[in-house]
């Protein structure tokens, strides 16, 4: 029986076979269990159909990967749902292109056949992202795994809008919408980035009828003049009084508007007065309502002026903006032109320049679903992480608007709203009707728009398990229990996810009705997850943003093919802070790649004494149990497992609090600091004890605690590098493990009986021996190879713990003996002093004295530095009235020892030969 590992740790080997025995096995598969007790479960946030795997989706799935997998280990029933979004215009976007290389548009195919074609695309290259997460062995429950265009789902959204139609929440009227040209559709103000830009603010005159004055305005947009229908000035504005009411006459189309008095038009800003273009302005808009103004549209779909636009009709909206400005200082009716700083909204997706364009769109009459989704953030029911994004969504929230729904797509899911050429009126049902609902009339025709793809998205939590039908999956697993995701879909997706869970899962309108204490108990129940967890940005090695243009993007890809999936991970973990960016550097996933190669040559150094005292009879894996603790006799032993159990509550702590880089940070000082650095070495000695049965017991019993602090450390590593601990594990059992994978054992849990500071400060002592031994002997350039006897002076109770800890001393620190003395070595060459021993490497070679007196002098200036460091606080009144007692007690000790050690160095220095 042997345990084969290969020489070299090489990741490619062995992800790839791993990632696959997790999907054939479906390790993660989970079956509805009978209550929602011990339920741990979170969803995905779907990535775009079209999506390929970014650093952004690295950080968040392995943020999830890592928590789903702890609590997994923790004997919880977890469910991590995956999916993937439907994209509308990303998806439709990626089928036009393909169309194009064919010469072939989707107006010449129609609706039904170029839909056909989007599941085709969809089928050959749709899985891409979800195939990679299987490749980075992502433990998402692959049987579950759903398409936000799947049936069940069509079905649900359906549901949804009808609902909210009938209950006055959906309406469909003429709104200004943010119109993008390019994709040509309405998109949400969320999907409009805005970009200061240096315009020009550019003064028009029109003629009053009547006069031969004139009223002048200031505008950043002249060509949308064509569609003026009044020009407002502010009722209290001094300058304009005797013009309200007035009409004047709108250069080049000649059409006759009036002077109105509206408290939208700052006197502060230009002249005082606005051309109001009820069409191409929320603002116009708003006072044309106010004040029954006629709406003139004079662009297309594509910014191209129309019929309406008179002689300009036909020319792209800058060309016009050109056309209008020459034809203006024609007839000397242009003015002041200066220069303006312009905040342009930008189409997200495509970055053309947004159009406010009058529009009719469906809207979710959003109020009474945000006050709801209100309440549950501010009692508590959902707690954000960090705490600083509740204000943020809170802030929002409370000014939120009435939302788009509408897309102008094929793509998505169709609105089931049905016009009548009769009556002019909407017939909403969840099948297709045979006539009007009002009019009875057959001349129905559906609408053509989907709805927007964060529509169906908000609705996952709930319709994912099922809804609207009342499943027993619905009733376990909903509320999830934490979202992780990123700031940057905070209101795309988390407010909008609030918002209908709380609405459709909290009996819709009639909540009220119940009593208080009922009314409460259904809000809890209603959110989509108890918590969420907001993660940072991935930036590049400087700080700066990732972006094509900037050439700086990292592929996740190429990097996992250079350095293994776990030491990414593990990279992502270690720098993930709350609220901190992460800066990506590939120096530190070259760090923890040499981490996985410390782990693979522990596993190696164990497996070959574990063969060799199996071959000499010294140790039998036959009844080895990980969970059963071994007596710990020896101070290592004692020192590893207090380590081991403090770490792993560490651990648990950390991860409690999404702290992931304090736990990664936590287990990589153990496993190669602790572990590996001292404990194995020091391990070495009763693994090679010898031939004699005591011998064979000592070998025995330093092996199994070796296995079991080793079997310990594989499975708190487990959640963050998944691939090398399983590879590792089942060759610890020989290819029969007590599992089918280390991810289905349990966690190590911490027993704090266990966790021993004074076997810790005692260990830490022996380390500071050894370490100062190391030191004294590289300051005198002894070579490695030499042993030299060491000569010490230490207090009783530190002078046992050295002999106890003999042979350690001599192996780690290179000494041939150790002598203990009662006189003071602090002038000694080549010594050391420290509280608690002194201590000195005897060495007969000509000392150095300069460089002796040098390392004393440095030596001498830091303790001094630090003496007067504890002097300053002692003496500041402030710091002693409010300090706590221990601290204080403390510092005092310090300065007294400080004291000390600054005395013996001053005679050591003294003693020293003249120069």
């Not at 009459?365 to 943020?392: C, D, M, Q, S, W």
């Not at 009769?422 to 728009?449: F, L, N, Y």
């Not at 071994?630 to 509550?649: C, M, N």
């Amino acid at each position: 029986m042997s345990h084969e590992l290969p020489k070299a740790y090489d990741p490619g080997a062995i992800e790839a076979r791993w990632a696959e025995y997790w999907v054939a096995e479906k390790l993660f598969h989970v079956s509805t269990p009978d209550s929602a007790k011990n339920i741990f479960d979170l969803l995905l946030p779907p990535p775009n159909v079209t999506g390929r795997l970014h650093m952004g989706h690295m950080l968040n799935q392995t943020e999830m990967d890592i928590i789903i997998r702890w609590h997994r280990m923790r004997g919880e029933n977890t469910l991590w749902l995956p999916g993937t979004d439907h994209a509308g215009i990303a998806t439709q976007m990626m089928v036009e292109r393909q169309l194009a290389t064919e010469n072939k548009r989707r107006q010449d195919m129609g609706r039904e056949k170029f839909i056909e074609r989007v599941w085709e695309w969809k089928r050959h290259y749709g899985g891409a992202i979800l195939d990679q997460m299987k490749r980075l062995g992502a433990s998402v429950d692959w049987g579950r795994e759903y398409f936000t265009m799947d049936e069940n789902l069509s079905v649900a959204v359906k549901e949804v809008f009808v609902r909210l139609y009938e209950q006055g929440l959906i309406y469909r009227g003429k709104y200004i919408v943010n119109w993008c040209p390019r994709c040509m559709t309405a998109i949400s103000d969320l999907e409009v980035v805005h970009e200061e830009t240096q315009g020009k603010l550019y003064e028009i005159r029109y003629p009053i009828i009547g006069s031969k004055d004139y009223i002048t305005v200031a505008t950043t947009r002249p060509e949308t003049m064509l569609g003026d229908t009044a020009i407002a000035v502010n009722p209290k504005d001094e300058r304009y009084k005797t013009l309200i009411g007035r009409v004047v006459r709108v250069p080049l189309v000649n059409r006759e508007v009036a002077i109105i008095a509206d408290d939208w038009a700052n006197p502060e800003f230009g002249t005082g007065a606005v051309k109001v273009t009820p069409a191409h302005d929320p603002n116009d808009f708003a006072i044309g309502q106010r004040h029954n103004l006629a709406q003139i549209n004079i662009m297309d779909e594509t910014a191209k002026l129309n019929e309406n636009a008179g002689p300009y009709a036909g020319l792209d909206r800058y060309a016009a903006r050109k056309k209008v400005l020459e034809d203006l200082e024609k007839e000397h009716l242009l003015g002041h032109v200066k220069e303006h700083m312009l905040s342009i909204g930008k189409c997200d997706r495509c970055k053309t320049v947004v159009e406010p364009r009058l529009s009719t769109q469906w809207f979710v009459k959003i109020a009474p679903l945000a006050k709801r989704a209100i309440e549950v953030v501010e009692k508590g029911h959902i707690k954000f992480t960090p705490e600083n994004y509740k204000t943020i969504y809170l802030n929002w929230m409370n000014n939120i608007y009435d939302w788009c729904i509408s897309r102008q797509l094929w793509w998505g899911h169709r609105i089931p709203a049905w016009h009548c050429a009769d009556c002019k009126q909407d017939t909403v049902a969840r099948e297709a009707p045979a006539k009007c609902a009002h009019c009875a009339s057959a001349k129905i025709e559906q609408d053509t728009d989907v709805l927007d793809t964060w529509f169906s998205s908000a609705l996952l939590p709930f319709t994912t398990f099922g809804w609207p039908k009342q499943t027993k999956d619905l009733e376990v697993f909903y509320p999830t229990s934490l979202l992780i995701t990123g700031f940057d879909i905070l209101f795309f997706w988390v407010a909008r996810m609030i918002m209908m869970g709380c609405w459709f899962m909290g009996d819709e309108n009639k909540l009220d009705s119940l009593n208080d204490a009922q009314r409460e108990e259904k809000l809890k129940a209603s959110v989509p997850f108890r918590e969420v967890y907001i993660h940072a940005l991935v930036r590049d090695a400087d700080r700066q943003k990732m972006s094509k243009t900037k050439g700086n993007v990292i592929d996740p890809i190429e990097i996992i093919e250079r350095f293994g999936t776990d030491a990414v991970r593990f990279t992502l973990a270690s720098m993930a802070a709350p609220g901190t960016d992460i800066a990506f550097n590939e120096d530190r996933t070259e760090g923890y790649r040499a981490f996985a190669n410390k782990i693979w040559n522990a596993a190696r150094f164990i497996f070959m004494n574990m063969d060799k005292a199996q071959q000499s009879g010294a140790w039998t894996a036959a009844g080895f149990d990980p969970a059963e603790t071994p007596d710990a006799k020896t101070l290592e032993d004692k020192w590893i497992l207090s380590r081991f159990h403090a770490v792993t509550q560490a651990l648990d702590e950390s991860l409690k609090a999404y702290r992931f880089d304090e736990a990664a940070n936590a287990v990589y000082r153990f496993f190669w600091n602790e572990f590996c650095d001292w404990y194995i070495e020091i391990v070495k000695l009763r693994l090679n004890a010898g031939e004699s049965d005591s011998d064979k017991a000592t070998t025995k019993t330093a092996l199994t605690f070796t296995l079991h602090i080793f079997e310990g450390s594989l499975r708190l590593l487990s959640p963050f590098m998944p691939f090398i601990t399983e590879e590792i594990w089942h060759a610890v059992y020989d290819g029969k493990p007590p599992a089918k994978s280390i991810a289905l054992t349990r966690y190590p849990v911490a027993d704090s009986k266990l966790v021993n500071s004074a076997t810790e400060a005692e260990m830490a002592l022996l380390q500071s021996f050894i370490v100062d031994v190391r030191t004294i002997r590289a300051e005198m350039k002894v070579e490695n190879k030499l042993k030299t006897p060491v000569e010490t002076q230490a207090k009783d109770g530190i002078r046992k713990t050295l002999e106890q800890n003999l042979n350690s001393i001599q192996k780690l620190a290179n000494a041939e003996s150790l002598t203990f003395t009662e006189k003071s070595l602090a002038n000694a060459a080549g010594a050391k002093v420290s509280p608690h021993y002194e201590v000195r490497v005897v060495y007969e070679q000509k000392i150095d004295v300069a460089a002796e007196r040098e390392r004393l002098t440095k030596e001498l200036k830091k303790l001094e530095a630090e003496k007067d460091s504890a002097q300053r606080q002692l003496s500041n009144e402030q710091f002693m009235a409010k300090a706590p007692e221990k601290v204080k007690e403390g510092i005092k000790r310090r300065a007294e020892e400080l004291a000390g050690l600054i005395a013996k160095i001053q005679s050591a220095l003294a003693g020293l030969p003249k120069a």
